[in-house]
Nanobody, 122 residues
Framework: QVQLVESGGGLVQAGGSLRLSCAAS????????MGWFRQAPGKEREVVAR????????YYAGNVKGRFSISRDNAKNTVYLQMNSLKPEDTAVYYC???????????????WGQGTQVTVSS
């Protein structure tokens, strides 16, 4: 069982930056693939970025590549999402997610946080 708690969301102007954090409970965090997803009003949840258990492999959605950076600190049981050059279209609720298998991150067997709101004003 893994519990995830996000923090760091808020209101920021376009072009600004935010860093989201996701603190995980459970001693198996270091073996889990982790990711960030987001859901904007009226839209489906989409993957933003994911990272494998060691941090050696990452993936970014095309619309955030070059602006966002995912990282993890297994000693602190925490995963981060650094978001730079934010745009109004990045406005959404951001969710932290964890799964033992990176191939099923976001689907079967995924643990989810409660979400944190990110609002980017123009």
């Amino acid at each position: 069982q893994v519990q995830l708690v996000e923090s760091g969301g808020g209101l920021v102007q376009a072009g600004g930056s935010l860093r989201l954090s996701c603190a995980a409970s459970g001693r198996t965090f270091s073996s889990y693939a982790m990711g960030w997803f987001r859901q904007a009003p009226g839209k489906e949840r989409e993957v933003v970025a994911r990272i494998n258990w060691s941090g050696g492999s990452t993936y970014y959605a095309g619309n955030v590549k070059g602006r966002f950076s995912i990282s993890r600190d297994n000693a602190k049981n925490t995963v981060y999402l650094q978001m730079n050059s934010l745009k109004p279209e990045d406005t959404a609720v951001y969710y932290c997610a964890g799964n033992q298998l990176i191939s099923t991150l976001g689907s079967a067997g995924t643990y989810w946080g409660q979400g944190t709101q990110v609002t980017v004003s123009s």
